[in-house]
């Protein structure tokens, strides 16, 4: 279905994986479109709680496509970084969970990538980094925005500034990740995360997760009172009443999404 994209459902986890591996799964604009497209493909489908996105071989995604790039026009380029934050916000702002499984090179719009994702996981080979000023460039896709809010502003332009990669351990300890295990571990490991997500109330998951993404800029009054709208959707829907009344039964919820 897609050309430099592997989708596949299993059960109630949509797989989404950057199959290009000759490049590292840059990002072209080909690779971006198809991104896009299989995030709105899980975003559709009732079926799928979870999303997972990884990629093929040694590499998450390394980057942009830098031979892509190198012959734009400034207007061209304009659109190129247009792309990349459309798919990022898209997966952010998406209501099902993204766990990324960062099993090698995450760099320049491949962390960027990675920083959209609602969980992080990496392997011990991972790279992590923001190389884009030693090409004369910016991060493009929302390295800047992102990287500050995630491990703060002074270590944000440390790594921003020089170009620096870092392996997946400090990534872990500066807070860019959220977990590190083997390689062999890590999909296992991020089913196994996707598999806890997927059994809880997908109405109330996907509240909590636009409450988290937008109460970071508000004031704790403002913040107070989305959470509370927030809590007042989930208090509504079928799978409340029927959580509610398995904790008291002592039974496992049946959740249907309602």
Same mark, same amino acid.
């Given at each position: 279905?897609?050309?430099?994209?592997?989708?596949?459902?299993?059960?109630?986890?949509?797989?989404?994986?950057?199959?290009?591996?000759?490049? !590292?799964?840059?990002?072209?604009?080909?690779?971006?479109?198809?991104?896009?497209?299989?995030?709105?493909?899980?975003?559709?489908?009732?079926?799928?709680?979870?999303?997972?996105?990884?990629?093929?071989?040694?590499?998450?995604?390394?980057?942009?496509?830098?031979?892509?790039?190198?012959? !734009?026009?400034?207007?061209?380029?304009?659109?190129?970084?247009?792309?990349?934050?459309?798919?990022?916000? $898209?997966?952010?702002?998406?209501?099902?969970?993204?766990?990324?499984?960062?099993?090698?090179?995450?760099?320049?719009?491949? %962390?960027? !990538?990675?920083?959209?994702?609602?969980?992080?996981?990496?392997?011990?080979?991972?790279? $992590?980094?923001?190389?884009?000023?030693?090409?004369?460039?910016?991060?493009?896709?929302?390295? %800047?925005?992102?990287?500050?809010?995630?491990?703060?502003?002074?270590?944000?332009?440390?790594?921003?500034?020089?170009?620096?990669?870092?392996?997946?351990?400090?990534?872990?300890?500066?807070?860019?990740?959220?977990?590190?295990?083997?390689?062999?571990?890590?999909?296992?490991?991020?089913?196994?995360?996707?598999?806890?997500?997927?059994?809880?109330?997908?109405?109330?998951?996907?509240? %909590?997760?636009?409450?988290?993404?937008?109460?970071?800029? !508000?004031?704790?009054?403002?913040?107070?009172?989305?959470?509370?709208?927030?809590?007042?959707?989930? $208090?509504?829907?079928?799978?409340?009443?029927?959580?509610?009344?398995?904790?008291?039964?002592?039974?496992?919820?049946? $959740?249907?999404?309602?």
């Amino acid at each position: 279905m897609y050309e430099l994209v592997k989708y596949e459902v299993k059960g109630d986890i949509a797989y989404i994986t950057a199959n290009n591996p000759k490049v !590292m799964n840059a990002l072209s604009g080909k690779m971006l479109d198809d991104l896009y497209g299989a995030f709105n493909e899980a975003e559709d489908d009732a079926a799928v709680k979870v999303v997972i996105f990884t990629g093929e071989g040694k590499a998450f995604i390394a980057g942009a496509d830098i031979s892509e790039m190198s012959t !734009m026009t400034v207007a061209e380029g304009q659109a190129y970084s247009a792309l990349g934050h459309k798919l990022a916000m $898209f997966i952010e702002g998406m209501s099902k969970p993204v766990i990324a499984a960062i099993n090698g090179f995450a760099l320049g719009g491949g %962390c960027e !990538m990675a920083m959209s994702c609602d969980i992080r996981l990496a392997s011990t080979a991972a790279k $992590f980094g923001q190389p884009e000023v030693g090409l004369g460039l910016t991060p493009g896709y929302g390295g %800047c925005v992102r990287l500050q809010r995630l491990i703060g502003k002074g270590m944000a332009k440390k790594l921003i500034f020089t170009g620096a990669m870092i392996g997946a351990e400090d990534a872990l300890k500066y807070g860019l990740v959220e977990d590190v295990c083997e390689p062999e571990e890590l999909i296992p490991a991020a089913e196994k995360l996707a598999g806890k997500i997927a059994k809880q109330a997908p109405f109330a998951v996907a509240v %909590c997760k636009k409450i988290i993404n937008n109460v970071s800029d !508000m004031d704790v009054r403002a913040a107070s009172a989305f959470e509370i709208q927030g809590f007042t959707s989930a $208090f509504a829907t079928e799978d409340r009443l029927e959580g509610t009344a398995a904790f008291v039964e002592k039974r496992k919820p049946n $959740f249907t999404g309602k």
